[in-house]
């Protein structure tokens, strides 16, 4: 099946800082991948989509400026949280999306990044 | 938006025993996932059912979109199958997944 990774699976940092993620699909090629977070035992909520060569587009709530989204290739999307605060901290997790494979629209999801801001 | 409803929020089964797990949408869709989320944070892919009835080992899924619901089977269950199970629909052409709030599932010996 379709592999997406992320790197890295855990980060610590401290207030103020900024971190990036990265989100691969690993097998196929991804013109869309979404980025969402999770909070301790909610569902998934969608930040933002990333279209490869074009500007990422946000969900209502979600701060453009922090949360930087860069998806330069067409197997490569970053997450980048600006000066990172602890209500920051959360579950990170991406997803690509492939239609190739004769199942339909699929988004196949990354293993997540445990962000812990101090 | 569209809302999407699971039921029940939690459930414990023992080892062996089948279970149904039930997602209600609001809206029509055109796109509806099944996860299991692991222990470790994984979702794993279970099922793209947009409509109809799809087998794959001990799981199986059901969509009926006109009424808006799909139930997940799971039978004989394991302890490996503990976690948290998502559905998750879009509409439109936007491809956009909109998750339901999920049904936890604990499985014992």
């Known amino acids: 099946g379709a592999v997406v990774s992320q790197h890295p699976s855990r980060v610590i940092c401290k207030s103020g800082t900024s971190v990036k993620i990265e989100c691969r699909s690993l097998?196929?090629?991804?013109?869309?991948m979404f980025w969402y977070r999770q909070f301790p035992k909610q569902s998934l909520m969608l930040m933002a989509t990333?279209?490869?060569?074009?500007?990422?587009?946000?969900e209502q709530g979600v701060e453009k400026d922090k949360f930087l989204i860069n998806h330069a290739s067409l197997t490569l999307s970053t997450l980048t949280v600006t000066s990172a605060h602890p209500e920051d901290s959360s579950f990170y997790i991406c997803?690509?999306?492939?239609?190739?494979?004769?199942?339909?629209?699929?988004?196949?999801f990354g293993p997540g990044t445990r962000l812990t801001v101090l | 938006g569209i809302q999407v409803e699971q039921s029940p929020p939690d459930l414990i089964l023992q080892e062996g025993a089948n279970s149904t797990l039930r997602c209600n949408f609001s809206?029509?869709?055109?796109?509806l996932q099944w996860f299991h989320q692991n222990p470790w944070g994984q979702l794993i892919n279970l099922f793209y059912?947009?409509?109809g009835t799809k087998q794959n080992g001990r799981l199986s899924a059901t969509t009926v979109a006109t009424e808006r619901y799909s139930l997940l089977y799971i039978s004989s269950s394991q302890t490996t199958d503990s976690g948290v199970y998502f559905c998750?629909?879009?509409?439109?052409?936007?491809?956009?997944?909109?998750f339901g709030t999920g049904t936890r599932l604990q499985v014992t010996l």
């Open positions: 997803s690509a999306r492939e239609i190739d494979r004769g199942l339909g629209d699929t988004q196949y």
């Open positions: 097998d196929f090629q991804a013109t869309t």
């Open positions: 990333s279209n490869e060569g074009s500007k990422a587009t946000y």
């Open positions: 809206d029509s869709v055109n796109n």
């Open positions: 059912i947009p409509s």
């Open positions: 998750a629909v879009s509409t439109g052409t936007a491809s956009k997944l909109t």
